[in-house]
């Protein structure tokens, strides 16, 4: 029973306070945040937008000033398209600096359905007949003169002065074509998303060639999604998406292709095709030397246990392994599955190579031939990311985590490349989320705390202070009743390794009062949860949670990245999550002991995709911890997931171990409230696994919720707010035992471009 003192009645204005804790609300709230660099072509110079402004950085001079004239360009834009445009919501998108033999004053851009010319130095806006840079799924040439697209699976240019329009490829086929993605996961996304088609290939330096692949999934089983109220009428609609099971014989296979545009010429890669089970692998290629004397290739086998770095010659189609390093688990090429390879190719040949080998992650140093000649770092840390290299002194800059008390806190280091040398750039308790441009001696450093938004500063070579740039505040953030979550560490459930989470406090924390605890969770190998700086990964769920009076933890426990490969590695063969389940339960009591006001006996977890799934695991299987759940999206049953997923990160499938994979199997031990949210059209995870779920609980005669949002992919795009309020709904009914308020939540707004943080 809950006491009465401690129940929570809810407004609309409580609802609306937590609306506004979401992204991209909160992040509008401190614009300022993100600073998204937009590189000069010798990347002396960046310029990136702050709120409303476009700003010019040049590091060297130690300078940061307007891009343009922000007043004249307004007012020039009103007059020559016929829309009043303000300085401070200038409508521009696409905007291109360093024309090509322009001006260097001159910049382009597109606004009102048109391209548009600007000179800063002339203060003259002109209308332009050429054609725009690359749009959504398009690939545009380092010299701009050509865009690179998909039509009917062959690949395509066509030149920016829209003169010239051509195929590089003419024998797609149905399942067997070119420059696309696998269709699981993307086939009915992509659509729903707004893009038609999206071409993943790479133009080389001198703009001349383009490195793309072919897949084949011709033969593969197929699975199909049936859209029941089309948005333009009619009956329902059947989508067919080709999706083999972990374990099939019948996998995709791939081809590289290299394509240039002065000859027509198609060149297959030498070899047999390649079993193609990751999306990621699709880009996990390089042009190395100035003018594209050839192509890097990551390529990593079917169960994840080897990785190869080839080089393709351009020329006659030849590939040559270089590198080839295996493990008795999934060897990466950097800690994070959807972060670029750590992976430098130099100017001279040689290869920096990122390496788990000794148990962490660090960077090795190979020849052009793929001969070792050392280690550049080692220690119980691991390199998260190079920055830049300068090869002329023979340094490398790179952020590491584990160098701090908090081992997720990253710090800017720099280390010779024979392996002395090494400096702490940083030294502090600040995250640093630090870029390197593609030539310069600076950096871009990104600095934050849990309650301070990031400073952003260019840095040299020894961490002096070139630049400041932003030092955003949560003046508007904390007015709309936000707070920063506490950091803390506890002991996992086997009694001496640490872990760490966040706990945000409810709004209007009253400590005489006991509040219900929410486990806002995603557990899974491929992304730790938990970061020490400002933002969440999570669209600002947590702090909405906490604005409807939950106190919410987000915790990594045993299994998940950046720590060492024992930490990783304990999700290997364990999807199922016990061990990290056990670490969930161990910490939340433990801070249910240090914390009289949380209330351990009203637990509650939500997760999308791998959280969805590892909420019905807690309800079904700690039920007497876990008494309300909302799963979105959930793969209730790994066997039958993503091929690469399950091979890679849970290794062989047996029969004896298959169960561990099935959350089906617990379903009699349901003794909470739990409610299944799934999407019809769901690529990623098929809506099936939800249903087979339910089909498992009615089979045990337990009851249960579900939800299932016509129209909309893994990520509810469009109805993301309908799923949201759901969500909110379910667990102040279940967990304050209090009827939710009226209140609907407006359609989630789009990110920002210059939100968009890059990733890793």
């Known amino acids: ?29 401190v614009p300022q945040a993100a600073v998204v660099p937009q590189w000069s072509d010798e990347g002396a110079t960046f310029r990136y937008r702050s709120g409303t402004r476009h700003v010019q950085v040049d590091p060297a001079a130690g300078t940061r000033r307007d891009a343009f004239d922000h007043e004249r360009l307004a ?36 606004a009102f359905d048109a391209r548009w010319e600007w000179s800063d130095r002339t203060a003259t806006c002109t209308q332009m007949e050429d054609g725009p840079p690359a749009g959504p799924g398009e690939v545009e040439s380092p010299d701009r003169a050509w865009v690179a697209f998909r039509r009917d699976g062959n690949v395509w240019v066509r030149s920016r002065d829209g003169q010239q329009e051509f195929a590089l490829t003419d024998d797609a086929e149905p399942h067997w074509d070119y420059g696309g993605l696998l269709d699981a996961a993307t086939t009915v996304k992509l659509p729903l998303l707004g893009l038609d088609s999206v071409l993943v290939a790479a133009w080389s330096p001198d703009s001349t060639r383009l490195i793309t692949h072919r897949i084949d999934q011709r033969g593969l089983p197929e699975q199909v999604l049936v859209e029941a109220a ?39 890669a030498s070899g047999e095709p ?103 770092t080692e220690g119980q840390w691991l390199v998260r990311r190079v920055l830049r290299v300068d090869e002329e002194r023979a340094q490398v800059w790179f952020l590491a985590n584990g160098l701090h008390e908090d081992p997720y806190i990253r710090q800017i280091c720099r ?10 750039i940083t030294d502090d308790d600040l995250d640093h989320d630090a870029v390197g441009p593609p030539r310069g001696d600076y950096i871009l450093d990104r600095a934050s705390t849990l309650a301070r938004p990031p400073r952003a500063r260019v840095l040299g070579d020894d961490g002096h202070l070139l630049v400041a740039l932003e030092a955003p505040d949560t003046t508007s953030l904390e007015a709309a009743g936000w707070s920063p979550p506490e950091r803390f560490h506890t002991t996992a459930a086997d009694g001496h390794t640490p872990i760490y989470g966040l706990l945000w406090r409810p709004h209007g924390f009253d400590p005489a009062q006991r509040y219900p605890v929410v486990d806002h969770t995603y557990p899974g190998p491929n992304i730790h949860r938990a970061s020490p700086g400002f933002g969440d990964l999570f669209t600002g ?93 959930g793969p209730h049953d790994f066997s039958m997931y993503l091929p690469f997923w399950v091979e890679h990160y849970h290794g062989e499938i047996t029969e004896e171990g298959r169960s561990a994979l099935l959350n089906t199997p617990h379903a009699g031990k349901l003794r909470g409230k739990l409610l299944l949210i799934d999407g019809e059209l769901d690529d990623n995870v098929l809506p099936h696994q939800g249903m087979r779920l339910v089909d498992a609980l009615i089979e045990a005669d337990v009851d249960v919720d579900m939800l299932v949002v016509p129209g909309v992919e893994h990520t509810f795009q469009g109805r993301f707010h309908y799923v949201m309020r759901r969500t909110w709904d379910y667990l102040v009914r279940h967990l304050h035992a209090t009827e939710p308020p009226s209140y609907r939540l407006a359609p989630f707004p789009p990110m920002p471009d210059w939100a968009v943080q890059p990733s890793g």
């Not at 809950?2 to 709230?29: C, F, G, K, N, W």
């Open 274 to 376: 390649e079993v193609l089970t990751s999306p990621y692998a699709l880009d996990r290629r390089w042009w190395s030397g100035a003018q594209g004397d050839a192509v890097h290739v990551l390529h990593q086998s079917r169960d994840g246990r080897t990785l190869e770095l080839r080089r393709l010659d351009p020329v006659t189609g030849a590939m040559t392994t270089l590198i080839t390093e295996t493990g008795c688990t999934r060897v990466d090429p950097s800690p994070y599955l959807h972060a670029p390879p750590v992976l430098r190719i130099l100017g001279s040949g040689e290869i920096l190579w990122w390496s788990q080998r000794d148990g962490w992650g660090h960077l090795y140093r190979y020849s052009s031939g793929g001969e070792l000649l050392g280690r550049i």
């Open 1 to 29: 029973m809950i006491d009465p003192v401690d129940r929570i009645h809810l407004t609309d204005s409580d609802y609306a306070r937590a609306e506004q804790m979401l992204a991209p609300y909160r992040d509008r709230l």
């Open 230 to 268: 089309p948005p333009a009428g009619g009956p329902p609609v059947a989508h067919r998406i080709r999706y083999p099971m972990p374990g099939d014989e019948a996998q995709a296979t791939m081809t590289w292709h290299v394509l240039d545009i002065r000859t027509g010429q198609n060149l297959a």
């Open 541 to 633: 769920e947590p702090e909405a949670l906490a604005a409807l009076g939950f106190a919410v933890v987000a915790l990594d426990g045993r299994g998940t990245p950046v720590r060492s490969k024992a930490f990783l590695d304990h999700s290997y063969g364990d999807l199922g999550m016990a061990a990290a389940l056990d670490d969930h339960v161990a910490a939340l009591r433990e801070l249910g002991r240090r914390h009289s006001w949380l209330d351990t006996d009203r637990v509650g977890i939500t997760g999308h995709s791998g959280g969805g799934f590892f909420t019905a695991r807690a309800l079904l299987t700690r039920p007497d911890f876990f008494s309300v759940g909302v799963s979105q999206a």
């Open 75 to 110: 007012a020039a834009l009103s007059q020559a398209s016929g829309h009043a445009v303000e300085a401070d919501d200038l409508p521009l998108t696409s905007v291109e600096y360093e024309i090509p033999d322009r001006d260097p004053e001159v910049i382009r851009f597109s």
């Open 415 to 424: 280390v010779d490349l024979d392996g002395g040398g090494f400096v702490r």
